[in-house]
Each structure stands twice: as structure tokens, then as C-alpha cells.
């Protein structure tokens, strides 16, 4: 009891502490308005960083799409093969282990690769859109 009351009082301690965020009210064409400029900001070269171009942007996407889906696959390959020699080496109790470890493994599989395949998708999309 006496703990939860010193967690009641922090928790008062720190909801009063808390710095308090004002909420602006904006209309869609401030919205655009604000956004245009962030965009021309991002494309200009004031400090003399080269701004990325959309080929730069393609390129750095491609590069990281491609190690994550070779890591994936790795991944995959190395946990799958760990699997299969257990499943192979292993008694009764050993094969029943390795069943119930499947279903995540296949489930994760399907949510790695999945998310890649959207990834791929959505960057053709957005290639072809622009």
C-alpha cells in the first residue's frame, strides 16, 4: 500500500511537471503552404550540403531494400537449416519442439518477406506516380 501511494504521488508530481503543449488550429492551405516550404528548404543548397535528388533517394532505397532483404534471407536460411537438423537429429521430444517453433518461424517469415513485397510495391508506385 505504501508503495502504491508514492507512485500516486509521483504520478501527480510528474502530471503537474509536465510541460504543457499548445495545439494550433491550422487550415488545409496553411498545411500545403507549410509543406511547399519544408520541400523547397529540402531542395536547396543553402549550407552547402548537396541536396538529395530523386536519384539519389532510388539509389539509397535500392541499397537498403537489398542488405535487409539479403539479411532477411539469411536469417531465414540459418534458423531454417538450425530447425532442420534438430528436427533431424532430435528424439520425440526434439520433433515436438521444433513443431511448435515452426509455426513462428513460418509466421515470421511471411511478415519479413511480406514487408519487403510492400516496400517494393509502394516505392514502384511512388516511382511511377512521379
Do not use: H
Not at 488545409?28 to 543548397?45: H, M, P, Q, R, W
Not at 537438423?85 to 511478415?111: D, R, S, T
Amino acid at each position: 500500500m505504501k508503495i502504491k501511494r508514492i507512485l500516486y504521488i509521483l504520478m501527480i508530481i510528474a502530471i503537474i511537471l509536465a510541460p504543457i503543449s499548445s495545439v494550433r488550429a491550422t487550415t488545409a492551405g496553411e498545411v500545403v503552404n507549410d509543406g511547399k516550404s519544408f520541400i523547397e528548404k529540402g531542395t536547396t543548397n543553402a549550407d552547402g550540403i548537396k541536396a538529395f535528388g530523386k536519384d539519389e533517394l532510388k539509389e539509397i532505397s535500392n541499397t537498403i531494400y537489398n542488405v535487409l532483404l539479403v539479411v532477411g534471407i539469411v536469417i531465414a536460411v540459418i534458423l531454417g537449416a538450425i530447425m532442420g537438423v534438430k528436427f533431424i537429429i532430435e528424439g520425440a521430444e526434439g520433433k515436438a519442439e521444433v513443431q511448435k517453433a515452426l509455426i513462428p518461424y513460418v509466421i515470421g517469415c511471411v511478415v519479413v518477406f511480406g514487408a519487403f513485397a510492400i516496400w517494393r510495391i509502394v516505392v514502384t508506385i511512388l516511382q511511377d506516380a512521379t
